[in-house]
């Protein structure tokens, strides 16, 4: 999907979002510096990067659950609504569950270990729908499980009785509840195994595919360190790197041929099993720390002079990035 | 050399999670052990690094029978074993410095003397900064609090190492990382490798025989 060609208007428009954490002393903490991107109707962006840059903390950002000491810049555009400057009033009736389902990092956490998952669902489907009466809500809960694939023989179980591949459908079931045009994934594979790995990137993607309310589809912003989930099923993929994105580039061509272009991103590839497995030499700035210029200078092959400054701004924020001749060469 | 012979592993009565299974490590032979989530993979390990006291079944190490376990294990059977678990936050006290979450196990065995020098050979060799050495396990990152859990198996230079899915919760990079440690530190002291895992082509990769957990059983 070529960003020229695309006339649907995205779903989600984030320009120039920055997160800064004021700690005690007067120090701050540049968690997320100038963000910038799109995810449009009916697609999977995955925001890849290695634990500690500043992935979840974006991902805050969008739902308006930072702490108190965290000040936002820039805006980030759901519909007409900046969710960045939109009161806990509005984030908390209109956002959250409605316009972004949140699928959470472990859903075993984030179910209610003291209620069945048919209850869990009826309560969900009553705050966010206009569905009343007792059996109108068991049969709308148990659609919304059906559409998770959860099966209808577990809903009256509790949290702890359901396996990890069960209890992340489940916190799907209930991400999907509301209808929201943007699904927000953080971190959905953290901890399950290959297969299950699998199974919910694939159960993801048909979500993104199906089409919502006005026959488009979803949007899916799945934040992950799973390079194979990613790979998986995203159409783009943006490179996350010390609070920046680095990298924004189309899937087919970031995994496959020409590869990534950001030698951060090459990196991060090179480290797979099936691939090199050397790690980055080095290891990530503090985010209360980052220098002036590119803050992945210090462990670049290919760092010169130039990069002490900031790197120049556009899809690839490198002075001296990958050009499709070096790979062939 | 260690030896697992028809263990037979469980937390109920008449409930066993590992039942009958055997499994042999040779001295600085690397075993990758590949299994899905909840079958039994990781109980297997515990017993193997004497954390759980099977319900049947022997153990040798170094042909020697194993007879107790946990804390009741001898010093010298139980300092044999360098144990990394998945969960780096669960197996870390959120009180102790990583400097201190390194040194523990020195100081347990009343070799606290060589804190400072085996620290200052440890710190480089998983990549820990002096500055992260003083924080506390909030104040650093799931793959840095994972680099010091690996300096705290290697601080008493054990024979066998025992990695219960060390890299699932890491990045790729932090994961190649952690490998190329346990893999130099084997380089040096051919020391075992017991590897726990569901991610084959990492265990394939990692190890020099790997073994399914459908063929144990």
Not at chain 1, 72 to 90: H, K, M, N, Q, V
Not at chain 2, 39 to 45: E, F, R, V
Not at chain 2, 74 to 86: D, H, S, Y
Request: aromatic share 2%.
């Amino acid at each position: 999907m070529s960003a020229g060609l695309d006339v649907t208007p995205p779903v989600l428009s984030v320009r120039g979002l920055s997160v800064r954490f004021l700690m005690p002393g007067g120090r701050r903490v540049a968690a997320v510096t100038d963000a910038r991107f799109d995810v449009a109707p009916g697609e999977c962006l995955a925001l890849i990067g290695e634990s500690g840059c500043g992935k979840s903390v974006l991902a805050s950002a969008l739902l308006g659950l930072l702490p108190g000491n965290a000040r936002t810049a820039g805006s980030a555009l759901l519909g007409g609504l900046d969710l960045l400057t939109a009161d806990e009033r509005t984030l908390a009736r209109t956002v959250r569950g409605r316009l972004i389902g949140l699928v959470p990092q472990s859903p075993a956490a984030h179910l209610t270990p003291v209620r069945t998952v048919r209850s869990q669902l009826e309560e969900t489907v009553a705050a966010l729908t206009a569905t009343r009466g007792r059996a109108a809500l068991r049969a709308a809960a148990e659609a919304a499980a059906e559409r998770a694939a959860f099966p209808a023989d577990h809903l009256d179980r509790h949290p702890h009785q359901l396996s990890g591949g069960l209890a992340q459908r489940a916190a799907t079931a209930l991400a999907l509840v509301g209808d929201a045009p943007l699904l927000l994934a953080d971190e959905p594979t953290t901890g399950l195994d290959r297969d299950l790995v699998d199974r919910t990137a694939d159960e993801l993607r048909r979500h993104v595919d199906e089409p919502g309310e006005g026959g488009r589809g979803r949007a899916l912003l799945m934040i992950t360190h799973d390079l194979a989930a990613a790979e998986r099923i995203a159409d783009r993929v943006a490179v996350m790197y010390a609070g920046r994105i680095v990298e924004l580039a189309d899937a087919a061509a970031f995994f496959g041929s020409p590869g990534p272009r950001h030698p951060y991103s090459r990196g991060l590839l090179q480290a797979l099993p099936d691939r090199a497995f050397t790690p980055i030499p080095g290891m990530p700035p503090e985010l209360g720390d980052l220098p002036d210029g590119c803050a992945f200078a210090a462990r670049c092959d290919r760092a010169t002079d130039a990069c002490a400054a900031p790197p120049p701004p556009g899809t690839v924020a490198c002075h001296h990035p990958h050009v499709p001749e070096d790979v062939r060469a | 050399m260690l030896e697992l012979r028809s263990i037979t592993a469980g937390y109920a009565r008449n409930a066993p999670v590992v039942r009958d299974v055997s499994l042999t490590v040779a001295p600085g032979e690397s075993v990758g052990l590949l299994g899905p989530s909840g079958c039994g993979k990781s109980t297997l390990a515990r017993v193997a690094a004497l954390l759980h006291r099977p319900d049947s079944g022997t153990l040798l190490l170094d042909g020697e029978p194993v007879r107790r376990w946990r804390h009741r294990a001898p010093r010298e059977k139980r300092t044999a074993f360098g144990v990394v678990f998945q969960q780096a936050r669960l197996s870390a006290d959120p009180r102790l410095p990583l400097t201190d979450l390194i040194a523990e196990p020195l100081r347990a065995t009343g070799r606290g003397d060589e804190v400072p020098g085996r620290i200052a050979e440890l710190a480089p060799v998983v990549g820990l900064t002096s500055d992260l050495l003083t924080r506390r396990p909030h104040e650093v990152s799931d793959g840095q609090l994972q680099r010091a859990c690996l300096a705290r198996a290697l601080v008493l230079r054990p024979r066998l190492l025992v990695c219960d899915e060390m890299t699932a919760m890491l990045d790729a990079s932090t994961a190649a990382a952690l490998v190329a440690a346990v893999e130099d530190y084997r380089a040096a002291t051919g020391a075992a490798l017991l590897a726990v895992g569901h991610d084959r082509t990492l265990l394939r990769r990692w190890c020099d025989r790997t073994v399914a957990w459908d063929s144990l059983i």
